[in-house]
């Protein structure tokens, strides 16, 4: 959980960076918690992200795209067995007129690629942790 409710930790594992080397990412403070907030602009637009809810295992959030793109996300963790299960949970709409609809299957295409490769990294980026932690 610290690795998503701590916004400065993202950069450790976000693929966004990566994918958009044109993004810059502003943290407000407080960083983590029930009000962390991050802004974010790029090329291809801009952003903001604010967690709106902790509990145990959910980590809740929205996003404004653009000014005008309204997402409302969630992080649920699951335990199996001695593992964590992470998943993300996306919805939004899309409220440009005429091309919306081809904007909203481009935009769930890209948003479901990249959350998956993210929640990858993050997998990776705890299980390397954990390793070190044991050395």
Same mark, same amino acid.
């Given at each position: ?75 649920? %963790?699951? #335990? ?5 299960? /992470?998943?993300?949970? =996306?919805?939004?709409?899309? &409220? !440009?007129?005429? @091309? ?5 299957? %481009?935009? #769930? ?5 990249? /959350?998956?490769?993210? =929640?990858?990294?993050?997998? &990776? !980026?705890?299980? @390397? ?7």
């Amino acid at each position: 959980m610290p690795y998503i409710t701590d916004l400065s930790n993202w950069r450790t594992w976000s693929p966004w960076e990566k994918l958009d080397p044109s993004i810059q990412f502003e943290i407000a403070k407080p960083s983590s918690g029930v009000g962390a907030h991050q802004f974010w602009q790029s090329k291809w637009g801009t952003g903001e992200m604010t967690i709106t809810s902790i509990t145990d295992s959910s980590i809740n959030f929205n996003i404004l795209f653009n000014n005008e793109h309204i997402v409302s996300g969630s992080f649920t %963790f699951t #335990q199996a067995q001695a593992h964590t299960i /992470v998943s993300c949970k =996306l919805i939004g709409e899309v &409220t !440009t007129p005429i @091309l919306g609809g081809y904007l909203a299957l %481009f935009s #769930q295409y890209i948003l479901n690629n990249t /959350v998956a490769l993210g =929640l990858n990294n993050l997998s &990776t !980026t705890v299980q @390397l942790k954990i390793k070190d932690d044991r050395n």
